[in-house]
């Protein structure tokens, strides 16, 4: 299966700066058939609630997420990026690959104030 | 919009099974799949597997194939995890999950737009 390691593992900051969160894929999860970009997700979660979708394809924000979320990445690695943070965008960010079965998830960034 | 109401917390004792429900409501399109996902006090997000409520047809996580069945109630909209031989392993809240496919959202098969609550599935002698 693939292994997604996120990175780093907690990532302390304040409101206004800026965010960079990584995912590696232990193969490449591009693939001949990747229309609308890599099968590559994005969630937040925060304390107590379910995950909210924030990015999928590597690249395009899920419904309702602000344009200061970002995605990038290709193959095997990834990135999400917060422009400038506000303070509810502290929670946990994981990472999902959905090309190759079994769909799996990275081990999560935390990310503190 | 899609809707998960999950079923409630279980406590269950070892060598024991578990039965969840997941109620979907809104705008169901008869070809969603929906999914099951779990996540373990303080660790990060396992999928367990998907259903096909159309067909019926099951997709499950190699480490669940054995002991998991998920089935569909159409006629209610519900989706069920079934886990049986259950040890404190399977301690954790148990999501249901499913994509949008209305168009407001991402249309991709494995990517989970809408999730339920959770539900807490303890397992303790």
């Known amino acids: 299966e693939v292994v997604l390691t996120q990175s780093p593992g907690t990532l302390s900051l304040s409101p206004g700066e800026r965010a960079t969160l990584y995912c590696r894929a232990s193969q490449s999860i591009s693939g001949f058939y990747s229309v609308g970009g890599d099968n590559l997700a994005w969630y937040q979660q925060k304390s107590g609630q379910a995950p909210r979708l924030v990015m999928f394809?590597?690249?395009s924000r899920a419904a309702g997420i602000p344009a200061r979320f970002s995605g990038s990445g290709s193959g095997t690695d990834f990135t999400l990026t917060i422009s400038s943070l506000e303070p509810e965008d502290f929670a946990v960010y994981y990472c999902?690959?959905?090309?190759?079965?079994?769909?799996?998830f990275g081990q999560g960034t935390r990310l503190d104030i | 919009q899609v809707q998960l109401l999950q079923s409630g917390a279980e406590v269950k004792k070892p060598g024991a099974s578990v039965k969840l429900s997941c109620k979907a409501s809104g705008n169901i399109f008869s070809n969603y799949y929906f999914y099951w996902v779990r996540q373990a006090p303080g660790q990060g997000l396992e999928w367990v597997g998907l259903i096909n409520p159309s067909s019926g047809s099951t997709v499950y996580a190699q480490r669940f194939q054995g002991r998991v069945t998920m089935t569909t109630d159409t006629s209610t909209t519900t989706v069920y995890m079934e886990l049986a031989t259950l040890t404190s392993e399977d301690t954790a809240v148990y999501y249901c999950?499913?994509?949008?496919?209305?168009?407001?959202?991402?249309?991709?098969?494995?990517?989970?737009?809408?999730w339920g609550q959770g539900t807490m599935v303890t397992v303790s002698s």
């Open positions: 999902q690959q959905y090309g190759i079965s079994p769909i799996t």
């Open positions: 394809g590597a690249s």
């Open positions: 999950a499913s994509p949008d496919y209305s168009g407001s959202g991402s249309s991709s098969d494995d990517v989970f737009d809408f």
